[in-house]
């Protein structure tokens, strides 16, 4: 079966600093990927997404994440990070091919301070 | 993407009751999904919703306890029934569809944030 493993619960970090949130899963087949960001008390919001093509994919607001298909790994990063970037974020996988379910890692709260 | 509506966006309730949260949706989709988001905790799947048929459950959730509806293909409802202090969660409905520009894309609504006393 699916899994997904994001290997920090908790990432503390300064404003402005560089970030990297990781993730894992696990799958012999072809998969799509996505980050979702949920900031305090608020629903999920999809942040980026690997469907096919290039392995790097980025959101609007500085995000980046990059699929390796060798090491099973899909983790998100920022060079720079804001205040308005705390929230918990999650990373989630889905076998291609007809309407399979998303599968969800634990979260990594992301908590950035001045 | 799609643009997604709950009601009610959060309750309180008494142990033994039931509480049914609406999802709705502004355009058709294929598939519509309902997620439990314990406290701290990740999304589990619920169900998958199904238009005309009955829902289709994941291990760990029955009918009787999460009956859910979807009479039309923008519209469903969830069900927690008999409810208990370890149902207090947020519940979220979820899209999917081919058809709208979100390719392969699933969508969250907002989540009703559920606490039972």
């Known amino acids: 079966a699916q899994s997904v493993t994001q290997l920090d619960s908790q990432v503390p970090v300064f404003e402005e600093a560089p970030v990297e949130l990781r993730c894992n899963y696990s799958?012999?087949?072809?998969?799509?990927l996505f980050w979702y960001v949920q900031y305090p008390n608020q629903g999920l919001q999809l942040l980026l997404k690997?469907?096919?093509?290039?392995?790097l994919v980025e959101s609007i607001n500085g995000f980046e994440a990059e699929f390796n298909k060798s090491q099973t790994s899909f983790h998100l990063r920022k060079p720079s990070v804001h205040i308005s970037d705390t929230a918990e974020y999650f990373c989630?996988?889905?076998?291609?091919?007809?309407?399979?379910?998303?599968?969800f890692g634990a979260g990594t709260r992301l908590a950035v301070h001045p | 993407s799609a643009v997604i509506s709950q009601k009610p966006s959060r309750d309180i309730c008494q142990r033994g009751t039931s509480l049914t949260i609406q999802c709705q949706v502004d355009?058709?989709?294929?598939?519509m999904f309902w997620y439990r988001q314990q406290p701290g905790q990740s999304l589990t799947l619920i169900a998958t919703?199904?238009?005309?048929?009955?829902?289709?459950?994941e291990s760990g959730f029955v009918i009787d306890k999460f009956p859910i509806s979807r009479p039309n293909l923008t519209f469903s409802t969830l069900t927690v029934s008999n409810m208990s202090p370890e149902d207090s969660s947020i519940y979220l409905c979820?899209?999917?569809?081919?058809?709208?520009?979100?390719?392969?894309?699933?969508?969250f609504g907002p989540g009703t944030r559920l606490t039972v006393l």
């Open positions: 979820s899209v999917y569809s081919r058809l709208a520009g979100g390719l392969d894309t699933q969508y």
């Open positions: 799958s012999s087949v072809s998969v799509y």
């Open positions: 690997y469907l096919s093509g290039s392995t």
């Open positions: 989630a996988v889905r076998d291609t091919g007809g309407y399979n379910k998303l599968i």
């Open positions: 355009s058709q989709v294929t598939m």
């Open positions: 919703a199904n238009q005309g048929s009955e829902a289709t459950y």
